[in-house]
Structure formats: C-alpha cells, structure tokens
C-alpha cells in the first residue's frame, strides 16, 4: 500500500455525494480496529476531515501510521506510515521527547545545549582567526 519515496501521503479522493457522513467516533473506531488487526498502539491522536475529498485521516499518538477512510462509507481506503510527522518532529527536536515519552523538558535541554556549543565554537573560531593576526601585528613593529 506504500508508496517509495513520499514524503507525504497523498490524500486520496472519493466521490464526494450529498449524505451524511459517519460520525468522529465511529471514524475513532474503525482506525483503533485497523491498528490492533496490524498490533499496534490504536490511541488516536487526531481526525483531519477533508470534506471536499470526502476523506478523513486517522492519525496516532505513539506512532506515525494513518487511516484514510471514506467520509460517507468509512471504507478504509489506505494504511500508511505518515513521514512527514516524523520528518517534522526530527527537524523542530521533538523526536526525542517523542521516544523518551518526556514532555519538551529534554527538547529544551539538549537544544539549550547545541546552543550553547555552537555559540562557544563561534567565539572560539573568531579568536583562532584573529589572535594570529593579532600577533603579526604585534611583531611587525
């Protein structure tokens, strides 16, 4: 069901009709029947609706899986791991939280730190530039 190479799963289209379409919860229960069939952590993070493709998206707490599911039938069109949530938390530092299962104290830390250190390997590599020609100066008099 996975496609190579995607960064983001595409959200697939239904035929949007006039009707109603199946309620949160129910969409909540499809998606945590999907993950226990795959044994996965079925707590449900979040449900993003697109009414104009007629499609919701289940998405999880404790792992980057979604379920797309037909609005109207609540047919589950695909199962895909979401590399864009994952991509995302690398880049802003909370992968980390995300595994230790911390709230943002260790995100806070260690960027606190990579700060830091990228500071003091600034002022450290101005003074290795400078004090050279600092020193030339001094002894060209």
């Known amino acids: 069901m996975e496609e190579k190479g995607r960064i983001a799963s595409p959200t697939l289209q239904t035929s949007v009709e006039d009707g109603s379409w199946i309620l949160p919860a129910q969409m909540i229960q499809i998606g945590e029947g999907e993950m226990r069939k795959m044994g996965r952590?079925?707590?449900v993070d979040r449900?993003?609706?697109?009414?104009?493709?007629?499609?919701?998206?289940?998405?999880f707490k404790t792992h980057f899986t979604e379920v797309q599911l037909d609005g109207l039938s609540g047919e589950v069109l695909s199962i895909e791991t979401r590399h864009s949530d994952w991509i995302e938390k690398v880049?802003?530092?909370?992968?980390?939280?995300?595994?230790?299962g911390g709230d943002e104290a260790t995100k806070l830390t260690y960027s606190?730190?990579?700060?830091?250190?990228?500071i003091l390997m600034s002022l450290s590599g101005f003074y290795l530039w400078y004090y050279p020609k600092l020193i030339r100066k001094i002894k060209g008099r």
Do not use: N, Q
């Open 112 to 118: 606190t730190l990579t700060a830091m250190g990228l």
């Open 47 to 59: 449900i993003d609706i697109r009414p104009d493709k007629g499609v919701a998206k289940v998405t």
């Open 91 to 100: 880049h802003d530092g909370s992968i980390v939280d995300f595994y230790l």
């Open 41 to 43: 952590d079925p707590e």
